[in-house]
């Protein structure tokens, strides 16, 4: 595509300011609430995350799309964000194992898509006032597009769950593996699934609203609560799971909306984060160790620091180093932990790969 022959387009944020940019691909509208990622490379991971959905992503990296894009790069079967805001997009691509073009994926998939964004003028707006919903648009009735973007319900309080979890439980890995575990689909991403399987584990991965019992048929050595997108407290019946979980003390590992579900079962609540994070270099320091990571992020909320404290029943075993908010819990008298980033992801490389072997190695001593 020429970039003479790409129509204006606009961000257009909840309380009325306008940023322009260009469209990529397909006219038309997207909305959602705007969150951007400070990750340089990963986009197709990103793009994919099911912890996205409902969101317009904001690349703060320079180019998108110029390694294109690879099938093995995926974390779930399709796009999972709203939209995507740039500041130069790459129409050709020069990695030699790509499959296609950035642009001839988001045409197959229907992405709505903005590039030529003044993206650092965006991120340091949403730093002071705070993530909100926006809506990117060709359309040029500024009217008719607030008046959407009103209709765009908040992220506080949305079940988002249900749209990206399973509606069939399926199977992944070895079944001849030496632990069986019971997964909980709340927007599982697929190297979570290839951590395990790889760790001698054969998986079965159950819808959202699964019960305790379903699960526990499948006669699992563990349990597992996944990331995924949207406010973690109307999850009722994954904080059911959680419970009965606990209550057994059966191991149970948990991470992003998992850890956030682990919390409110017991009474611990979470809250809606000013900007949220998200990006592959966020500093995390493992306070029983001591020892720090570099860390894979993406979250809108997060878990109350200070009732952790104060809880009887849990200890605090990661702090980001930023901000000071929870990063990871565990309890003290049950097989329980979970943490509030993406070990699968491993930016550091591998620094925090070993709370999947922490997960096998609770698994085994509870066989024992």
Same mark, same amino acid.
């Given at each position: 595509m020429k970039y003479t022959q790409r129509k204006k387009a606009i961000l257009l944020l909840a309380d009325g300011t306008i940023f322009e940019g260009k469209s990529i691909g397909r006219d038309g509208t997207a909305f959602g609430e705007i969150c951007y990622n400070t990750g340089m490379t990963g986009y197709q991971e990103i793009f994919t995350d099911p912890s996205y959905f409902g969101q317009l992503m904001l &690349?703060?990296?320079?180019?998108?799309? /110029?390694?294109?894009?690879?099938?093995?790069?995926?974390?779930? #079967?399709?796009?999972?964000?709203?939209?995507?805001?740039?500041?130069?997009?790459?129409? /050709? @691509?020069?990695?030699?194992? &790509?499959?296609?073009?950035?642009?001839?994926? @988001?045409?197959?998939?229907?992405?709505? &898509?903005?590039? #030529?964004? #003044?993206?650092?003028a965006v991120v340091r707006y949403i730093r002071d006032k705070g993530a909100m919903n926006a809506i990117i648009s060709t359309e040029t009735d500024i009217e008719a597009l607030k008046e959407k973007l009103n209709a765009v319900p908040d992220m506080k309080g949305l079940e988002l769950a249900s749209k990206v979890s399973v509606k069939e439980a399926y199977y992944f890995g070895d079944e001849q593996a030496t632990y069986k575990i019971s997964a909980l689909d709340l927007g599982i991403k697929k190297n979570i699934l290839r951590n395990l399987a790889k760790r001698d584990c054969y998986i079965k991965v159950f819808p959202f609203n699964a019960t305790f019992e379903e699960m526990n048929s499948f006669k699992p050595d563990g349990f597992f609560l996944s990331n995924g997108p949207g406010d973690p407290e109307p999850l009722m019946d994954a904080q059911k799971v959680a419970s009965e979980i606990i209550k057994h003390d059966l191991p149970l590992f948990g991470i992003c909306l998992g850890h956030q579900v682990i919390a409110l079962t017991n009474g611990i609540s979470t809250y809606k984060m000013h900007t949220g994070h998200r990006g592959i270099n966020h500093p995390v320091k493992n306070v029983i160790s001591g020892k720090g990571e570099i860390t894979s992020q993406n979250h809108g909320f997060v878990v109350n620091k200070e009732e952790v404290e104060k809880h009887p029943d849990f200890e605090i075993t990661h702090i980001h180093l930023n901000d000071g908010t929870l990063a990871g819990m565990r309890m003290k008298n049950k097989n329980c932990f979970s943490v509030q980033y993406h070990p699968e992801a491993s930016p550091g490389p591998h620094d925090s790969s070993y709370l999947f072997d922490q997960f096998i190695e609770n698994i085994k001593a509870s066989k024992k």
């Open positions: &690349a703060t990296t320079a180019h998108i799309g /110029n390694y294109g894009v690879n099938e093995e790069e995926i974390e779930s #079967d399709s796009i999972k964000i709203s939209g995507l805001i740039c500041k130069n997009f790459s129409f /050709n @691509f020069s990695r030699t194992n &790509a499959q296609d073009s950035l642009e001839n994926y @988001f045409e197959k998939q229907n992405l709505m &898509a903005i590039s #030529d964004v #003044d993206t650092r």
